[in-house]
Each structure stands twice: as C-alpha cells, then as structure tokens.
C-alpha cells in the first residue's frame, strides 16, 4: 500500500516545534527565528510534505478558483467564451472550474455549491436569461454575466453586439439588391436571438422595406432547424432570394436544404450566418458570415471578474464587441453569376 502523504502536523512532529510555527514558515511570516525556519524547511524537504493550496486559499479567504457555468459544455460557442476565460485566468494565476447545467434547477444546486461552500472567488455565467437561471445568481458576490447585456443596474456583462451584428449582416444582403429577405432565429427566449431579430428589423425599415412576420422562423441553432425552415419557406412557395440565418450552423442547414431542392447559392438564394465557425469557409459555398470572437468574450469577462475581485472597479460594466463581415461565396448580387 502506498504511503500516505506528510500532514502539517507531521512536520511540526519532526521539527519540534508547534504546527502553528510551520503554518507561519509556510505562508512567508517574518515572525520566526532563523534557526526554527531551518528546522522546519529541511523537515519539509525530507518527508516531501506539499501545502493544500485550496486549504491555504480558503483559511485566507480566497480560493484563486474561477467558474464558468454554461447550459452546456458541447456547443462550439460555449466551449470557445470558455477557453478564452481560461487562458486569461491563468494568466492571472487563477485556476478556472467549468461546468453545466442544463436546466434552472441544476443551475441552483451547483450555485449553491460552488459559492455557498467558498468553493470559488467569482463567476462566469453564459446564458443567464435563457430559462430565467438569472433568478438563482448569488447577490453581492463577484459575477459576469455573459451572452447578454446588462438587465439590471448592479450587474456586469460582456456580449457581442447582437443587433448591430444582425443589422449589417442584412444591410450586405440589401446591398446587393435583395429585398426578399428571411431570417432564420435562434430560440427566441434567448436575448441574442431578440436582439439580432431587432437588428434585421431596422434594416429593412432603414432600406423602406415593411416587416413581414411570415418571413421569419425560429429554429434552435442547429442546421436541422435551418433546414426545416427553408424547406418550410419552399412548401409555403414563398422561397426568399436571400436568408439571414443566426448562426453558421443554421445557415448550413439552409443550403442543405436549397441543394436538396435543387436552388442555386447564391445565384438564387443568398445566404449569410453569424460566428465564422472554422468549417464556415470549407462549406459549398464557403459561407459569408459575420465573424465574431468567441474566445475574446470569455477573455473579456474573466479581466471584468478579477477587477470585481480586486476591487478594482465596482461601476456597472456592459461591453458589447463588434463582428467583422467575411464576404465568401454564399452571397451575390441578385440575380447575379
């Protein structure tokens, strides 16, 4: 059987002295006599003995622990804020903690978890208001909410810009002639998907085009739900001359489908998403999309969180990034080669 590890109070048996003295050597205090700091550090040195950093952490009231709670850890958003927040939290000598939870429920108990047992300095929440998981955030403790703006006056939150994003992605399609314009959402319970709706909306008012409803249809973000939603279009034969899905995948459904029923990208149908996911420009078309910098959102937030932390700042803070437009194959002038 292996032998178990050294204990503090091993060392102190060692040394001869009191485990408060090897707590004091330990944490750097200058109240110790020379000749009792040797002692004690060739103790620690001969029996191997290594300090619980997370025992450390809590007795002084920090954990240098971070967590970033997501609905899941599978999608290619998600995952990319996430490894932006990591990357930065070590830069900071700070440990990152990642988890989901799929529904409210669950979301509170790891809550509950996490802070109610000092488990973690600060939080990363993706998708807060979602499924109303909102209402489970811990008051007065160090919090960044992420993929939305700031509801409230006394929360902090770091997004893309939603609807500027969706307002150029549908002023490039008006801008080569289109008029007939779709837009396929995400869920629109979530505040990115009322958002980019929003900004599809001035659009076409600034271009002096009505709203019509029955242009719009929600999907899920998945490119089965962009799919079904051309083929939806096709069988109400109304087929649009150009889409703004709301993301890339669902924009790669729409050309599924178009390729199914034998329409032509982008000659008879346009077609635009949000994200630049890496396979956007490998699709047939490659794929003309606004992309946006996912792992720049989960950086943004973490510096945001260790402000909090630090005390640094304590104003409301709600950072809205810009996306850059990718013109690829999967968008021409109407009726153009």
């Known amino acids: 059987m292996s032998k ?67 609905p899941n850890l599978t999608d290619y958003t998600f995952a990319s804020v996430i490894e932006g927040a990591e990357v930065e939290a070590r830069q900071h000598k700070y440990f990152m903690l990642s988890s989901s939870a799929a529904d409210p429920e669950a979301f509170r108990e790891l809550v509950d978890e996490l802070v109610g047992h000092r488990r973690v300095d600060g939080l990363i929440v993706i998708n807060p208001y979602a499924d109303q998981r909102f209402e489970f955030v811990p008051k007065n403790f160090p919090l960044v909410f992420v993929g939305v703006s700031a509801h409230e006056k006394d929360i902090c939150s770091v997004s893309l810009d939603d609807e500027k994003v969706a307002y150029e992605a549908t002023r490039h399609l008006l801008s080569l002639g289109h ?89 008879q149908l346009a077609v635009i998403g949000v994200d630049d996911m890496p396979l956007s420009s490998y699709f047939d078309p490659p794929l003309t999309t606004m992309r946006q910098d996912i792992p720049r959102i989960g950086l943004e937030a973490t510096r945001m969180l260790l402000d909090i932390i630090q005390k640094k700042s304590t104003a409301t803070c709600d950072m809205k990034l810009s996306a850059e437009l990718v013109v690829r194959q999967s968008t021409s002038q109407k009726g153009g080669d």
């Not at 040797?38 to 620690?44: G, K, N, P, S, Y």
């Open 179 to 267: 008029t007939s314009i779709a837009l396929v959402t995400g869920p629109m319970e979530e505040d990115c998907s009322q958002d980019r709706a929003e900004g599809y909306h001035r659009a076409l008012t600034e271009a002096g085009l009505s709203f019509d409803k029955s242009m719009v249809i929600e999907g899920d973000w998945s490119a089965t739900s962009g799919r079904d939603a051309l083929l939806s279009f096709i069988e109400q034969g109304r087929v649009p001359t150009a889409v703004f899905a709301q993301n890339d995948r669902m924009a790669m459904g729409v050309m599924s489908a178009a390729r199914e029923a034998g329409i032509k990208v982008p000659t």
């Open 4 to 70: 178990s590890r050294p204990t503090l109070r091993d060392v102190a048996q060692k040394a001869g002295v009191s485990h408060q003295t090897v707590s004091r050597v330990i944490n750097g205090s200058d109240d110790v006599l020379p000749e009792t700091r040797a002692l004690v550090e060739a103790a620690i040195e001969e029996m191997g003995y290594r300090p619980n950093a997370i025992a450390r952490s809590m007795a002084r009231g920090q954990t240098h622990t971070l967590a970033c709670i997501s």
